[in-house]
């Protein structure tokens, strides 16, 4: 388990996340959602190890986080970051294969297991500056997973800061079902940063919602996305949508400029 005690983060003097406490299961996709300024990218490098908190405490897999080193760290968990640089030249496969930097030996396996699961056979040869945005984020995501495959530890968890803001809708929504579907299938912890909240609904085990560095609420999909909450974490009236089998709901603004 990843799991967030109490946490807190002061940068330059401000209160960036304020006593947050929430957990990640390995299996499950756990997406964190709010407005601008919320703080889920802060709260996300904490989870990931790059910020320390100033209050409170990050355990993964039952040891603190802020005692482990960096190799140990690198088996553990990999980290999707919303800047995805790329050196010039390099293919799909180099870039992907370099997420296998703290086991070498296991890089051809694991590049290889990362490569059919991330569905980018088609241009593992292709310079990643030649691909689509919707290709690339494949390609990063692939590097990721070979990172985790090439461990053997007993919990391996995924952190995506915005992997689908990039993306068209179609896009985006066939990337999150491939990520929900890898993580259940290999035990993957996920946990990502999304704005669209449909597309968290859709694809989402658990959701921890949001506003102002603080935690507003955090549990399953269906108790936490619901109309009222929302409405008062995002200060506007929203439209509830259903489809007619009652399986399948969807949010939108209640006052939207016709085009």
């Keep these: 388990m990843l799991e967030a005690r109490q946490l807190g983060l002061s940068l330059a003097g401000q209160q960036r ?18 407005p601008n300024g919320a703080g889920k990218s802060s709260l996300l490098k904490l ?60 890089s051809a396996q694991a590049s290889r297991q990362a490569i059919q699961l991330s569905n980018t056979q088609a241009f593992a040869n292709q310079a990643v ?20 495959f090439a461990s053997s530890a007993t919990e391996r968890y995924l952190l995506l800061d915005e992997p689908s803001s990039a993306l068209d809708f179609a896009v985006a929504d066939q990337l999150m079902a491939q990520i929900a579907r890898l993580s259940r299938d290999h035990q993957i912890g996920t946990i990502a940063v999304i704005h669209d909240l449909n597309l968290a609904m ?11 560095g603080e935690a507003v609420g955090f549990g399953l999909c269906r108790d936490i996305m619901q109309k009222a909450s929302l409405e008062a974490v995002y200060g506007l009236e929203l439209l509830e949508l259903n489809s007619p089998d009652q399986q399948t709901r969807a949010f939108v603004p209640a006052r939207t400029r016709h085009c």
Excluded at 17 to 34: K, M, P, Q, Y
Excluded at 130 to 140: D, I, K, W, Y
């Design 17 to 34: 996340i304020n006593n947050i406490s929430f957990h990640a299961h390995c299996g499950e996709l756990t997406v964190i959602v709010g």
């Design 47 to 106: 989870l990931s190890g790059q910020y320390s908190p100033t209050q409170g405490q990050v355990l993964l897999a039952g040891q603190v986080l802020a005692g482990q080193n960096a190799a140990m760290l690198a088996r553990q968990r990999a980290v999707l970051e919303q800047e995805l640089m790329t050196p010039e030249n390099w293919t799909s496969h180099d870039l992907i294969a370099t997420g296998a930097y703290h086991a070498p030996h296991l």
């Design 129 to 148: 500056s030649t691909l689509s945005g919707g290709e690339r984020q494949r390609v990063h995501l692939a590097r990721a997973l070979c990172q985790l």
């Design 202 to 212: 859709r694809h989402a085990d658990r959701i921890l919602l949001m506003k102002q």
